[in-house]
């Protein structure tokens, strides 16, 4: 098969990162390598794979932390949004796309958990990287109103932007499985059954009652 695609626990408050690589052309990207990211190089390494680049969701420092000794062991340029605390190597912007093997990492700008928030989508086989955009039955947290307005506007922009066959990829361990489908988080996440910003700013208030009489974590 031509995808090489892990889910790896980093650490930190259950961090995921990822590796994606095309088998053939051996080339990889590490995404959030944070905690622990010698385990993702080590694992391109057994594979034989070269990775071209590290790309980060956003800044925050649980998912960039690694981002020196990935560099360090791998020789990669950091890629990642122009508002990284620390200026990445390669900019990333809305609609770009980056090339990994064969594979092309569509880049989707989704700011409000944080301004420099992006998404991952790799068309070929549905892969949609979400960092803390979007987790399994949950959404990002937001510091205020405009922010949770923002990351609503940013929901609709991804949403509409690929299929419900994509797969769900988060940047934590939060939901009752490592993994979804858009379709899925479409009929069972609260936040996306919101039918407006409104709501979802109400749920947002209301989310520790929620939480408690729904049994959820």
Known sequence: MQLIFEQIRTGGDRNFGYLLADREARQAVLIDPSYTPEVLVERAVEQHLQVMFIVNTHGHADHTNGNDKAVELTGAPVAGHRGLPKPPDVLLADG??????????????????????????????????????????????TRSDADARTEWESLQRVLRAVPDT????????????????????????????????????????????????????
Not at 108 to 113: N, Q, V
Not at 202 to 216: C, D, I, N, S, V
């Open 166 to 217: 994509a797969t769900v990829w988060p940047g934590h361990d939060y939901g009752v499985r490592p993994s979804s489908t858009i379709a899925m988080e479409r009929k069972t996440n609260p936040f996306l059954l919101c039918q407006d910003e409104e709501s979802l700013l109400r749920l947002k208030a209301e989310w520790p009652t929620f939480k408690k009489q729904h049994g959820l974590k």
């Open 96 to 141: 770009q796309e980056l090339a990994v093997g064969a594979l092309r990492l569509r880049i989707i700008e989704a700011p409000g958990h944080a301004e420099d928030h992006l998404v991952v989508y790799e068309p070929t086989y549905d892969l949609l990287i979400t960092g803390d955009l979007l987790f399994v039955g949950k959404i990002g947290g």
